[in-house]
Antibody, heavy 119, light 110 residues
């Protein structure tokens, strides 16, 4: 059974860079045509699609989030990552990584990792 | 991109049916049959309940059904049960080759 698991710092200071990693187990990140996704949820708020990345490095991103978010993939480690530059309190959220059934319909989810931005 | 619009809350008694709407535009829901629905219990990751407007992943109860008309998608839960009490989110592919979630609906079983 495929599993994905987020890892990250938990606490990051305002204006710094947040780095998150999603580790894939039970399957290869390079298999098929999946775009692996990042979704976040601010405390008490709804889900927000951040973007997705193919093992080739091709990405699709939420235009509302502009250029502070960068995704990358490391096929040798079966991982993909998210970096958020110049974080603010608005970036405080639970960050999820996920894999779709085939595209956009996220079936496999990590448990989520809470990131708090401190001033 | 703007979030899809859902009612903040919907409630029903056990055994009843409820329907949650998800309003979008011709650039998302109206233009593609790539609408998904997710169920999220408190402090849990979302669970895919419906994809491609009306398809159910393996293991999802047939009490959950999805449909679409124009720019609005709907999720119907039949035979409402206590375990259905959760937040529900719709999602759609968009003409910008991105995805957008709905604002979320809290379902309460009375």
């Amino acid at each position: 059974q495929l599993q994905v698991q987020e890892s990250g710092p938990g606490l990051v200071k305002s204006s710094e860079t947040l780095s998150l990693t999603c580790t894939v187990s039970g399957g290869s990140i390079s298999s098929n045509h999946f775009y692996w996704g990042w979704i976040r949820q601010s405390p008490g708020k709804g889900l927000e699609w951040i973007g997705s990345i193919h093992y080739s490095g091709r990405t699709a991103s939420n235009p509302s989030l502009k250029s502070r978010f960068t995704m990358s993939v490391d096929t040798s480690k079966n991982q993909f990552s998210l970096k958020v530059n110049s974080v603010t309190a608005a970036d405080t959220a639970v960050y999820y990584c996920a894999r779709p059934l085939y595209t956009g319909n996220y079936f496999f989810w990590g448990q989520g990792t809470l990131v708090t931005v401190a001033s | 991109q703007s979030a899809l619009t859902q009612p903040a809350s919907v409630s029903g008694s056990p055994g009843q049916s409820i329907t949650i709407s998800c309003a979008g535009t011709s650039s998302d829901i109206g233009g593609y049959n790539f609408v998904s629905w997710y169920q999220q219990h408190p402090d849990k990751a979302p669970k895919l309940m419906i994809y491609d407007v009306s398809k159910r992943p393996s293991g999802v109860s047939d009490r959950f059904s999805g449909s679409k008309s124009g720019n609005t998608a709907s999720l119907t839960i039949s035979g409402l049960q206590a375990e259905d009490e959760a937040d529900y989110y719709c999602s759609s592919y968009t003409s910008s080759d991105t995805y957008v979630f709905g604002t979320g609906t809290e379902v309460t079983v009375l």
